[in-house]
Nanobody
Framework: QLQLVESGGAEVQSGGSLRLSCVTT????????VAWFRQAPGKEREGVVC????????SYKDFAKGRFTISRDNAKEMVYLQMNNLEPDDTAVYYC????????????????WGQGTQVTVSS
């Protein structure tokens, strides 16, 4: 079973940057589309961005456009989320998720999830 492990979460000040990483264990990522989701306290988990298997297609939620960048390195089994100009509203647990085949922005289509990494942005 595909296992995902996120890292890179931290507490930063408003305007700061973080790079989150997601690594797979036991199986290769090259057959999976990947997405980042986040969940703030008291809110539902929401999508941030997704990326196709080959990395050629991405889809960002409006709040992430221009500030966040997703990338992947299949040879290293890694997916990254570069987050710039962070705001307090970005405070959440960020999750990496994967699904076989075509990419999707729909949370319910992702079969594999990491445990999440906490991002806290202070004002």
């Amino acid at each position: 079973q595909l296992q995902l492990v996120e890292s890179g979460g931290a507490e930063v000040q408003s305007g700061g940057s973080l790079r989150l990483s997601c690594v797979t264990t036991q199986y290769t990522l090259e057959y999976y589309s990947v997405a980042w989701f986040r969940q703030a306290p008291g809110k539902e988990r929401e999508g941030v961005v997704c990326i196709s298997i080959d990395g050629g297609k991405t889809s960002y939620k409006d709040f992430a456009k221009g500030r966040f960048t997703i990338s992947r390195d299949n040879a290293k089994e890694m997916v990254y989320l570069q987050m710039n100009n962070l705001e307090p509203d970005d405070t959440a647990v960020y999750y990496c998720a994967a699904k076989r085949g075509a990419w999707s922005a729909r949370r319910g289509e992702y079969d594999y999830w990491g445990q999440g990494t906490q991002v806290t942005v202070s004002s």
